[in-house]
């Protein structure tokens, strides 16, 4: 314990509120003779913009000038003294706040003696915490002002051009050999009231005819190296193989539509057609027809996918309007167990339907309606679940509506850049706040790949992804510290002692972010951190047999002389 | 290369929920200023008054607080709370903006949460703002306070100042985002839903402030009448919502939020008796039909299809009925439950800004038509949607705004 | 043709086809069996079996020093193989360099290890004899009894003998760390004789918690004869039963331990009224 | 004698007549959030519990956990977020299996496992957290003293004279 780090400790009455129970001036006579504390006063407060000032002024910006400030929890007013220290140049790794009044004062109101203990005791661990804490070096590095974005339907698209806006060169890569993904199948786009139609004509016009655009049609990805601001990207593009070095990655690759099977007697029985076929009608010669039913959840929200699918109620909706539109006095019923038109505009779309002369009629999952005809669909029975009886509605033609489901290279896609997929298959993402962003940083995912959405919200995905990673890549300095959506600064990153380490792997395995690998070194395999991915969690710190890998601002000797100083 | 030097006028973010919040954040890492402007005394809107979160069931500040302190501390962003637009009108190529802030009688900068204002304030005005608002103050309620400064005393960093009076700053932005949510609607004129005919009869919000964790029942559920458990809980959805009368819109987050609340209560007493009355049960975002699988299958909530006739208090016992027609029976009938939660009836919160040529443009249903090329809006007051379609629409916004250009 | 003969047999012909430069048994030198690796096939007459003796971390050792293409036959237990598999697991050597020739061992010396599955997953010599639950070693009964005071006595009374000679360590065929944890101030007072028992014992236990194979090497090693193996009974009885899980049986298959609950489920967490362990009472 | 803390002896002398000692590890992002929410509204809680803050439940080695029940402490509480909502991509998963992993060694060797208290999102509140340290402290009153286990009794032993 000799190095040379000089502790200054400042215990704040706060007003009384601390120092009526604990008695301040014991705890500050205790730490005179400390070795490790250079001077130690008592202040009245220390959080008020004035206390900062004067504080600021009695801490040397030398780098072994440490501060343990005893006053208040740091979600309290500590966390406004620290940034009121580090807006004055001082380094908030450098202070140490142990928390005397939520922690101690407050809850210990009837019993000052031992509450006056624990402060010392607190204070103990706090120095401690201050003598034993090392400080991780920082990665900087030069984000690459390029972003990959793999697929080119609505969604890819809109990220592209968003990208273009934001001035980042893109490249566009997709299996396909044209753009607009499952755009391409359909005539109209669901809803049609709100000018989805429009933003994708902008977008494929700005794709097309930016210089910033590189697009490569039919390629497939082989390999992908790096982290958040430095992604290496191997992928064959017709007959050569192409290597591209990006600074965030946009996964946009959608979703692809389920075929029913043998439900409802498709493929064997003429008149059975799926939405697809629909809409490739009425991109053709049109669908002519006097009587329509679609039928609703076919092959999901079942046992085998328990998931809706969002999207194939509007798109009934569209195909039945525009039916009735070819032949006014059509009779188009939809059979389904619930329309999941949410919002206002999908609302009104429902209406505008209902206004068009659409039936609804809902079914029960367990009484599915029946399709009876020879060779040719003729009628539907079904048990109408809001008037308990069984209806019978002849049809000439049975539309199956089925839901979009995870492409079948989503494993090997989500394998490239070590994705996790949920129980459906597609690739899973944080929550709520952070809707796009994987647990990977500099990968994002938006559109059907992540789940199945209309055009429309597809492309708002696409512009939120897009900002997203112009706000990863919009500096020149990158540090790992900073990479943390979550917050401003990462608390620490793993250190590996080579020479000690073993090669066990335990860190690799248990890594919620892969950020530990295994290194061949001289014949032994030797762990190594990617400080990028690496979040400072400390797994694999506790699974590390002999302690070889360390969080440095929170080592294994840290927590053992916290621990001792605990009940001193 | 150095970072791109911020744009030269700042962008104003209007509403400080989750779309106001991902949108100045989104802004100010892209390097825009931001003036986000709550009218409430803290960030967090209605999520931060929520219990619980569907479908992760996560608390309701755990996503929320991290992102409000990076508000707070980011550079760019400049926050005013109780705060409100007062007009918007357009100058050359720009807009100014005059933003109202109330008087903020405590001060948040210099108030150490000692409390010692509570007990010596008479009329009880004086209250923290939340269990997990930031940054944590007190907050003196301004229609409760009768100025009589016996507060000011006691307070030992002189935070409290009761003669600061109320005053409006104009800024010059570049564009302005309404992120301003919704709020819950009074639908007493619907009388068949019986509102306010009954203490036990509450709309979903009020439920979840009456039963949440941190509120005063510590997440116990009694019946407000007389704080005893109640045997059985009705949730009507689509109270006021799909409804040409009143909101012709679906609110989109009633149907899950009546699952969670109807969950939570059976997850704290599992013999309490949970129904909810639903037209279509709207589960059809990430993961949220495997909630309605789960809480359907795993905890015996009873779903019964269709919208209660009448709701009104039971004549001669206590209890309220439900007159209901059943499909399967094709029969009515009237149920006793101790408690009704309504849900659906959720107005988008419009900021009260004067006529000045450029008060948003409302579509028939009263939201934020997202038609009108100037105005950029995203979350509840443009479309009703959940959390993660709302910080997707604000970043979206965030972003037509950072390039200039039309929505 | 007795056990032996068939041993040296096999050893012999692998030798002589080349299969392995080298095999790993234990030859009888002046009637004192000693490990020693037979490269020449006629030495092979002196090859023994008896007594049992763990040659795991010394196969390792072996394959480490030698050069990269040595490859290294092992007359190996059953705990022999699952140490082996373990080790490899850990990286510690590349299993294709290892021949192994089962040996299943007598019913007599499950017994004395307390071993449950006394043969490797394929048994070259000697028939597969059934497994002894260490519950039913009177002796161990006491270590594991239900009622917590007899097994805190037992334990205590035992763990005051050690004399932290750090043979359970050296002896134990997973324990490979240098520097390791247990010769380190912070975690085990140095110069305290007996050891603290909870400090060094139960380090030592928690850190095989699932990759011990159950050998026995630390109870045999130990001078002042602690049942140490019998620590790690209960957790092993744990990883099974939450998990399925045994160390050493599966190449591919990590611990349990270290990975997502929605990977591996642990049954006891995901029981709806679990909320925390307060309201769950363990009663042991 | 400097201040430098010397552990071992004297930890002994102030064990039997005060309330059990307990070390709280608590995740900053849940529990920690409980305990300042405690201190906000100014519960009163038993003494003698020491708060050490972490990243992640999932940052508490094990060894941490035994070197604790080693040097005289008689509760040790790991405190993380609920079992969906770590910070960390489900880091407080591997805390939760490891921790229920050490269970039985402390139930093997006598040390009750209810000294180990694990919770996993349910004291993010200033009234959860007091009831669940509150009754953690309950629970550690009636079980035997640990003392079995202190360096001073092991000489006992040796000596046989318990």
Redo the contacts between chains.
Sequence with gaps: ?EDNKQTRCFLCE????ISDVVDLESIRK?LE???RIVSCEKVK?L???ENIDELAKRIPLSPESRVLLGA??????G??II?GLQKRGIDPKHIELV?L???CA??????PA??T??AG??I??GI?ALVQRNYSEDLTIEPK?EVLVIGAGPAGISAAA?LV??GITVHLLDRAKTPGGLLNLIKKIAPET??TPQHVEAFLYTVGNSPLVRYYPGSRISAVRGSAGDFTVEFTSGSDVKSINVGAVIIATGARVNLPGSLYRYKELKGVITGIELERSFKGPGMKVTSAVFIQCVGV?DADR?????ICCPVSLKQAIQLLEENPDAEVTILHR???????????YY?KAMEAGVRFV?YDQDTPPGILGAEQVEEIRVYD????RERRIDAELVVLSSPLIPHDDAARVAELFDLNR??HG?YEVR??????ET?KDGVLVCGSA??PVLAR?AI??G??????A??LL???QLTATQISQ???RK??LALVDRQ?C?????CV??C??DACS?EADQ?A?KSTVSQMRC?????C???C???SIQ?PE?N??L??E??????? | ????PPHMKPVIVIGGG?AGI?AS??LA???TAVHLVEKGPALGGQVSALDK?YP?D?CAFC??W??V??CM?NPLITVHTCAEINTITKTDGALKVVVDEHPRYIDE??C???GRCVPACGVDAISTLGAHA???SYYIYREKCTLCGKCVDVC??SAIDINRKAASSEILARDVIWATGFQDYDISPLEEYGYGTHPDIMSSLQFEEWTAESGLNRGTVVKKQDNKQPASIAFIQCAGA?DLRLF???S?VCCMHALKQAQWVKRRNPQVQCVIFFT???????????YY?REIGGSSIELL?GRPGLIYPMPDEDGIAVKYEN??T?SRQIRKFDMVVLNGALQPSLAKSKDSGYSPIL?T?G?LS??SPTIKSCGFCR???D???S??????A???V??G?EQ | MSLVEDARLKAKNALEEGLVDGVLALARVEDEPYPYVFEDAAETGMLELEPKWLLAKLAMNIL?SSRQDYRLGIICRGCDERALNELS????FDPARLHVIGLACSAEQARICLCTKPYPASIALGEKSEGFDPREDERARMFLSDDPGTRMQHWAAELSRCIKCYGCRNSCPIC??????LE?D??VRRGEIPADMVSYHLIRAF?LSDTCVACGGCTDACPVNIPLMLLQVAMRETLANNYGYEAGTDLER??P????LTIEPCPPLMEPGWLDSLKVNHET | M????L?SDH?ES?RHNAAP?V?VFACKWCA??G??A???N????P??F???P???A???????VI??FS???DGVAVMGCHLGGC?????NH??AK?LELLRPLLDTVGIDSRRLFTSFGTAHEHHQFADVIGEFYRRLQDLPPVQAWSRSNMNDYRRGDT
Excluded at chain 2, 391 to 396: D, G, L, N, P, T
Aim: proline share 5%.
């Design positions: 314990m706060c007003y009384g509120e205790g003779h400390h070795p407060s959080c008020l913009e208040c929890s740091f979600l309290a007013r966390d406004a940034t928390d009044r939520e922690g407050w809850i210990h109101r009837d019993d031992s509450a203990k624990k005791d607190l103990n661990m401690a002002q968003s806006k934001l709100d000018g929200r328990p998931y809706c699918s969002a619930d329309i999941m038109c949410p919002g206002s505009v999908l609302e009104d209406r809902r679940v809001i008037t308990g949920d129980i597609f929550s709520l706040m952070h809707p796009l647990t992540r789940w919200t708002l995905q512009e939120a992804a897009a900002m997203k112009f706000a919009n500096t020149d979550f917050k401003e608390f620490s000690a073993t090669g066990c792997g335990n395995a248990i919620p972010y295994l014949g395999y979040t400072g969690c400390g797994s710190v506790s699974v047999p002999n302690g969080l929170q294994a000797l927590i053992g916290m621990l001792k100083a605990a009940f001193s | 290369m150095s970072a791109k989750v991902t954040l989104d890492r892209a390097g979160l992760t996560h996503p929320l991290t992102e302190r990076n501390l900068n210099r150490i949460s000692c930031y940054p944590p030992p960093t799909r012709p819109y679906c989109a279509d049960m709207r589960a059809e975002g990430r993961h949220y039909y495997e699988l299809r499909t399967i094709q579509d249903e939201l997202g038609i479309e009703p949607m959390v993660e379609a910080v997707v629409q604000a970043s979206s965030a972003l037509r950072h390039v250009e | 480490r697991k850990r990286n510690q490979v760390c240098e520097p390791c944890k380190d912070l975690w850190h990590l611990s331990v270290l990975s997502d | 400097t201040q430098e803390i552990l930890a102030t000692k070390v920690l959030i305990a300042d405690a201190g906000k100014k519960v009163q809680l003494v003698n020491r708060v050490i972490v990243e992640c999932s940052r508490v080695e094990a060894d941490a070197r604790a040097s005289g402490i910070r960390y991509n489900n880091a591997r805390a490891r």
